[in-house]
């Protein structure tokens, strides 16, 4: 008997320990297959999610004294032929019942979804099922306010799928519910780490930009998920979805036709655009069979003329190929309704642009907190016209200044409002004002009659302000030198009561072509001669705008020379001739000193000729100065001496290095608001261009690198200007030009030296 017993323990222990091998063989099978197929992220997270069925309903019940609302997240699951910014379209419908199984409420939910970007690193999102990994979309959520509807009981979600790509959706249900003994004032810095990064991540904000309001928000309520109940004939086995935090998400809710997020729409009135930085062809498809967009090309340099773009088909359906295109902007407009999808032939990404604006009237206002002593630019859009009110209050709330304007409305050409619905909205013209505010300024309030949408950006006057200024796209920053932007967009201090309103939208912006802007004034060269004694003249290639009106030309006026041409008359003063005999040299020869022979010899021996007296006379000799590095020039101005511009042009010698260039601005400023505004102190990085030339006439070495020019208007908001000092880092010649209304009577002698 003994001996059985010994025998029965040992097959019951030898039975136990193979069980939990093949039990742990399992599990390590499992574990492995699960992971993703991706890096793994320090902020990544596992969440159980379920199949939604378009048959069969997923019913979840939750309790509607404790529910506050309930948020449905949802990933869409593709296939392998789904392109990565391509758009999969799915909707969910999702009906509210009340204990007795009465609908309350029956909707369908709209979402545009794109696969995630893994290579960026942006989300990684991945769901195993049946050991592999499956390609998951962006994150989609929605919300059902379940205080609107206090006898709701339970919630019934049906997938319906809209494009085949789609291979199914997942999702999990989490239910807002209120926690009890809560301390707004200790608890929050005592939660975990990861329930407050859950819960920042919840409001979609940010911990930095929470409002103690919404601190308070996020300790006074978690969201709990909730599982679905058992149905007959589903599957409630849960899978694996990895995501990494934040979770972003965008939705979009429409009763109507959807319109696709990333296409471009147009009708009449209303276009797009496309900035190309290299020359390269468009490829763009169209929901019309016949319906094609019209494509314009600008130059934004406006040297050449506007024109249009041929396309062509290609083997796909209803896609197309433009022609290679230069550098510059692309317009396209249509007739009819229309959307187009675009990219490069090269691959290279095609953005667009936003602009968080609040929508204020007189059921809504804007408040912003705002620096003392800080520069304000506020950018508005209006449909009608309206009256807009700007108040700047004190620490005690008192109001210390008080502005209106009156706003016309005017629609933009370009820009749209994308609603909540997908569909495009017409926006007003954009309109800058700015407003300099006292040192014991607090906050602002801004507030109008009708419709405004309202963009609020701020800067110190001493904030550095610092721009490459190039003629050719440059991918990357040279030595250092990154762009610094003039403003800082800035949130309202009512950002999430707005929010709550759906008074906060993104304003999709497209960028213009340049209107032809006439020019009526003119441009005189300042004289140097006292700051700066050393001085040279150079032939500058100047070329003007393309619908610009030809003047008669003067004696400093060239171009290439053409001796099959007219030749001049001996005794005119409009004779000069600047040939170039190498790269190095170049001399500047009156006609009347050179024989037949002495011409003809010149023509067969020089490299390039330049002539003032026939045809397109585009290069300018011009009188430049030695400015020698770090060394500040000073211009000083009175009121009755003030230019409505600058402009600097700067010339490097022996060297094509790019060369950064400071302005500084001494000037008093006017007060209140003001439509134009000077940025005191600025930086630029100018590199060498590629469309301009210059060369010296009289030395030797005549080599000189052209960079393009700068531009200081003499805004409305200067009151009176003092002077302008001027500084680069290497040693330049540079011309400064005068813009004045009236024509200089006066005549530079340097226009007629040999």
């Keep these: 008997m003994y001996l059985i017993k010994r025998l029965f323990a040992l097959l019951l222990i030898l039975t136990l320990l193979l069980a939990i091998f093949f039990a742990g063989r399992s599990f390590l099978v499992w574990l492995d297959s699960a992971e993703p197929v991706d890096a793994r992220s320090n902020t990544e997270t596992r969440s159980n999610v379920q199949w939604l069925s378009s048959e069969k309903p997923l019913r979840f019940t939750f309790s509607n004294q404790r529910t506050h609302s309930l948020r449905i997240l949802s990933n869409a699951v593709f296939d392998q032929s789904v392109f990565l910014e391509l758009p999969v379209n799915y909707a969910i419908k999702y009906v509210l019942y009340d204990d007795k199984g009465n609908v309350i409420l029956d909707k369908i939910y709209h979402h545009a979804s794109k696969l995630v970007n893994n290579s960026e690193e942006q989300q990684i999102k991945q769901i195993i099922e049946n050991k592999q990994s499956l390609n998951v979309a962006s994150g989609q959520s929605f919300y059902l306010p379940i205080t609107h509807y206090p006898n709701a009981k339970s919630l019934d979600l049906t997938l319906i799928p809209e494009e085949k790509s789609l291979q199914g959706v997942v999702v999990r249900v989490h239910a807002k519910t209120p926690e009890q003994n809560i301390d707004p004032l200790n608890s929050w810095l005592k939660r975990p780490l990861e329930r407050r990064r859950r819960a920042t991540d919840y409001l979609t904000m940010g911990e930095n930009t929470l409002t103690s309001a919404e601190i308070s928000n996020a300790m006074a309520f978690w969201w709990q998920k909730i599982a679905p109940q058992g149905i007959p004939g589903i599957d409630f086995k849960s899978d694996i979805l990895y995501e990494t935090l934040p979770y972003n998400v965008t939705t979009y809710d429409f009763s109507m036709q959807q319109h696709d997020l990333g296409a471009y729409y147009t009708e009449l009135g209303l276009c797009a655009s496309i900035k190309l930085d290299v020359t390269d062809s468009l490829i763009f498809t169209v929901n019309s069979e016949q319906l094609l967009p019209s494509l314009t090309w600008y130059d934004k340099h406006q040297f050449k003329a506007p024109i249009p773009i041929s396309v062509s088909p290609t083997d796909s359906k209803n896609s197309y190929k ?216 150079a032939l500058v290639l100047s070329p003007d705008r393309y619908f610009m009106p030809k003047l008669p030309p003067q004696v400093f006026n060239f171009g290439l020379y ?193």
Aim: one cysteine or more; glycine letters at 2%.
């Design 322 to 537: 433009t022609e290679l295109i230069d550098a510059g902007l692309v317009t396209i407009c249509s007739e009819e309704p229309l959307l187009t999808n675009w990219r490069t032939a090269s691959s290279t990404p095609i953005l667009t642009s936003y602009a968080g604006s609040y929508l204020v009237n007189e059921f809504a206002s804007v408040d912003f907190d705002i620096e003392p002593n800080s520069n304000l630019n506020i950018d508005v859009r209006a449909l009608q016209s309206s009256q807009l009110n700007v108040v700047i209050y004190d620490e005690r709330n008192l109001a210390i200044e008080d502005y209106t304007v009156t706003l016309k409305g005017e629609v933009s050409d370009f820009d749209r409002l994308i609603t909540d619905t997908t569909q495009r909205q017409r926006v007003g013209m954009l309109n800058s004002y700015y407003l300099r505010t006292p040192d014991n300024a607090h906050h602002l309030k801004i507030s109008a009659e009708k419709d405004v949408y309202v963009r609020l950006k701020s800067r110190l006057a001493d904030f550095n302000y610092q721009r490459t200024i190039s003629h050719q796209y440059l991918p990357e920053p040279i030595n250092g030198f990154y762009d610094i932007a003039a403003w800082y967009e800035q949130r309202a201090a009512n950002h999430y009561e707005l929010t709550q309103l759906a008074h906060f939208t993104n304003i999709r912006t497209f960028t213009p072509p340049k209107e032809p802007d006439l020019v009526t004034t003119f441009y005189q060269s300042k004289e140097l001669f006292a700051k700066l004694p050393l001085s040279n003249v």
């Design 562 to 754: 053409n001796k099959n041409n007219y030749s001049p008359y001996d005794d005119s003063e409009d004779n000069s001739l600047v040939y170039r005999l190498t790269n190095k040299s170049s001399k500047e020869v009156a006609v009347s000193e050179l024989s037949v022979e002495a011409l003809q010899q010149l023509q067969s021996q020089a490299k390039t000729i330049y002539q003032n007296w026939y045809g397109d006379r585009p290069w300018i000799k011009q009188r430049i100065y030695q400015l020698d590095k770090n060394t500040p020039l000073t211009l000083d101005f009175t009121k009755q001496q003030r230019p409505m511009s600058l402009v600097f042009k700067v010339f490097r010698a022996n060297s094509s290095e790019p060369v950064e260039l400071s302005l500084t601005q001494n000037a008093d400023y006017k007060a209140g608001l003001t439509s134009e505004y000077s940025i005191a102190k600025q930086r630029f990085m100018l590199n060498q261009s590629a469309l301009l030339d210059a060369f010296l006439i009289h030395p030797k070495n005549s080599q000189l690198t052209s960079y393009p020019s700068v531009t200081q208007t003499i805004t409305n908001d200067i009151a009176e200007l003092h002077s302008l000092t001027l500084q680069t880092t290497d040693t330049v010649w540079v011309s400064i030009l005068e813009e004045y209304p009236l024509q200089e009577q006066k005549v530079r002698w340097w226009n007629h030296e040999n």
